[in-house]
């Protein structure tokens, strides 16, 4: 079993990945939408979000859809993979692109 530090930059990495080749949405709120249609791909939500509030719906949202979920530790690394200059609470992948294989990677764990 990998420890959470790998699985963290394995989810930082397929989202960067993706966002070059392959398609991305940010924020919890798309991210809800996303999971809700059942287009999502990998659910990566920054587990130093506050209020926790605002992502506490997510993972169990995750469940019911069977969309893979990892959690990592910083919402600034989080908005940095996904290209932004801020924090981002939470970001989904709907096109793999050519990350396709470290997201069947992160499901099988």
């Known amino acids: 079993m990998a420890n959470d530090k790998d699985i963290s930059n394995k989810a930082y990495e397929a ?3 993706a ?15 996303i999971i809700e249609r059942g287009l999502a791909k990998l659910v990566v939500v920054a587990s130093d979000v506050n ?4 992502i506490m719906h997510i993972e169990p949202l995750c469940q019911e859809k069977n969309a893979p979920f990892v959690k990592v530790p910083s919402k600034e690394e989080l908005g940095a993979a996904a290209g932004l200059s801020v924090p981002t609470s939470c970001v989904v992948i709907i096109k ?8 069947k ?3 099988a764990k």
């Not at 966002?19 to 939408?33: F, V």
């Not at 793999?96 to 997201?103: L, R």
Request: hydrophobic content about 25%; overall charge neutral; cysteine-free.
């Open 15 to 17: 989202i960067e990945i």
């Open 19 to 33: 966002r070059k080749t392959g398609k991305i949405k940010k924020g919890s709120n798309e991210a809800t939408k």
């Open 51 to 54: 209020p926790p509030e605002v």
């Open 96 to 103: 793999e692109g050519d990350s396709k294989d470290i997201i």
């Open 105 to 107: 990677e992160l499901s």
